[in-house]
């Protein structure tokens, strides 16, 4: 059994802030999980059935992805809620025999996180049919270093292995992309380009959770909502978001903003998500929680509405980390939703998609079109 506390998560997410190493540096390369935790994981994916490997792109980092079969994973993952505290229970049993697959979905992590994270998401949908391939994005987890791009180059990076996996015939289409947060950026990027740079397997649809529209802003919000304080929080842990508050005031945010952009050759000031998000030809679940204080749900209203063709769905009381983690109520309706969006005309509305009631108990999502 594993429950995470999601203001555990908060908390790494200051002191990560609160570390020695120069903010800008921390933002483009964030800390890399220990020896123990990656042990631990192995022995799970072992068990699991899920092979891990690796991948060389000309001129790019080394990545190390995840390969999920379309297989029944035997997940027990259920969300458990009080107010607003969030834990998980996350079990895997025996799996079954793998199947034939019905298409790819290649599912793409957040900031200073890795592919682990997205393993309920990913064993529910390879339970519904789906391979799915889920790499660790440069600069995190087991891939290797490389100029961070806040979604660009790290498109490039999925670009090049969508090119190596459909050569060797491990990339069924269609190809459906999935992200989260600083992934689903990276996805928009990737749909926005896919049938210009030769992949030749055949885009499905996009899911982009909790996508920034400006990388500038994304900066301030995030490190201002990761250092809030909130009414579950212990004594200690208000007194450190305080003393991180007073440190890393807003003139000290925008030097770091300036000094990210130089170092990437970026003017993240200019980072427009929602022009990118226009070229992207398939259809665009957006999901986003409406009490997100690391990305406003604002920005994310005012993001949709520069495509009206997506489909956005808003979370009534979930977060930027809860709604990433609600693949107990999202993944089954997802992978129905899928194949029926990615058949959509390209001048027709794309499909609502349809949720049964929270099993957390909480309001039903509200879609708005």
């Known amino acids: 059994m594993k429950r995470r506390r999601l203001h555990s998560v908060l908390l790494a997410g200051a002191v990560v802030v609160a570390a020695c190493t120069p903010l800008h540096r921390r933002i483009v390369e964030p800390p890399r999980p220990d020896r123990a935790a990656l042990e631990q994981s192995d022995a799970l994916l072992a068990r699991a059935q899920v092979r891990r490997e690796r991948f060389q792109a000309t001129g790019g980092p080394s990545l190390s992805f995840?390969?999920?079969?379309?297989?029944?994973?035997?997940?027990?993952?259920?969300?458990?809620?009080?107010?607003?505290?969030?834990?998980?229970?996350?079990r895997v049993f025996e799996p079954g025999e793998a199947q034939a697959p019905v298409g790819s979905i290649m599912m793409l992590h957040g900031w200073s996180t890795d592919g682990r994270y997205l393993l309920p998401w990913a064993m529910r949908l390879a339970g519904q049919g789906y391979r799915v391939i889920v790499p660790d994005l440069r600069n995190h987890g087991r891939s290797g270093k490389a100029?961070?791009?806040?979604?660009?180059?790290?498109?490039e990076d999925v670009l090049a292995l969508a090119r190596h996996l459909h050569g060797r015939g491990e990339l069924p289409s269609p190809v459906h992309l999935f992200g989260i947060s600083y992934g689903a950026v990276t996805v928009l990027h990737a749909a926005a380009r896919w049938n210009d740079d030769g992949t030749g397997a055949g885009l499905g649809a996009v899911v982009a959770m909790e996508?920034?529209?400006?990388?500038?802003?994304?900066?301030?919000?995030?490190?201002?909502?990761?250092?809030?304080?909130a009414p579950h929080l212990r004594w200690h842990e208000r007194a450190l978001r305080s003393a991180l508050r007073r440190r890393y005031g807003p003139d000290r945010v925008e030097r770091a903003i300036d000094d990210t952009g130089a170092l990437l050759a970026m003017d993240l000031r200019r980072f427009d998500v929602g022009e990118v998000m226009q070229q992207v030809r398939a259809c665009v679940l957006h999901v986003h929680g409406r009490v997100d204080t690391l990305i406003p749900v604002g920005t994310a209203r005012a993001l949709a509405a520069r495509r009206p063709r997506n489909v956005y769905l808003e979370l009534p009381e979930d977060g930027h980390f809860s709604t990433t983690a609600r693949a107990d109520w999202l993944a089954g309706p997802l992978g129905f939703w899928l194949p029926v969006a990615a058949g959509t005309p390209a001048d027709a509305n794309c499909p609502p998609v349809r949720l049964p009631a929270d099993p957390a108990g909480i309001l039903p999502a509200e879609p708005t079109r």
């Open 66 to 90: 995840l390969v999920l079969e379309p297989r029944n994973y035997q997940l027990d993952y259920e969300v458990l809620r009080r107010d607003r505290l969030f834990s998980y229970r996350f």
């Open 211 to 229: 996508p920034f529209a400006n990388a500038a802003d994304a900066i301030r919000t995030s490190i201002a909502g990761l250092l809030q304080n």
């Open 147 to 155: 100029a961070a791009g806040f979604g660009t180059r790290e498109a």
